[in-house]
């Protein structure tokens, strides 16, 4: 089992950054491909970025070029930093882990609010 835990959300004007961190606790191994996903009022949950246990790098269109994901494997925490941030990127923002790429993610953390004011 794998806990995970969110922080780093908040309010911030467009234009802005903000720095998302997950903390991983329990059956945690650097193998596990993290990923972030966010989800906006009235919409599905969507796929942000994900990061590979040998620190390959994935990111949806609608991020690239602004959103970095990492990873600090010592430390058991993934980060995401969010740079030249849109209204359209408010959301809750989701932390998940899964044993490889492609497959199902099977844990989540509770999520972390995200508002960006125009």
């Known amino acids: 089992q794998v806990q995970l835990v969110e922080s780093g959300g908040g309010l911030v004007q467009a234009g802005g950054s903000l720095r998302l961190s997950c903390a991983a606790s329990g059956r945690t191994g650097s193998s596990y491909v993290m990923g972030w996903f966010r989800q906006a009022p009235g919409n599905e949950r969507k796929f942000v970025a994900a990061?590979?246990?040998?620190?390959?790098?994935y990111y949806a269109d609608s991020v690239k070029g602004r959103f970095t994901i990492s990873r600090d494997n010592a430390k058991n925490t993934v980060y995401l930093q969010m740079n030249s941030l849109k209204p359209e990127d408010t959301a809750v923002y989701f932390c998940?882990?899964?044993?490889?790429?492609?497959?199902?993610?099977?844990?989540w953390g509770q999520g972390t609010q995200v508002t960006v004011s125009s």
């Open positions: 998940a882990a899964t044993t490889s790429l492609g497959n199902e993610y099977h844990y």
């Open positions: 990061i590979s246990w040998n620190y390959g790098t």
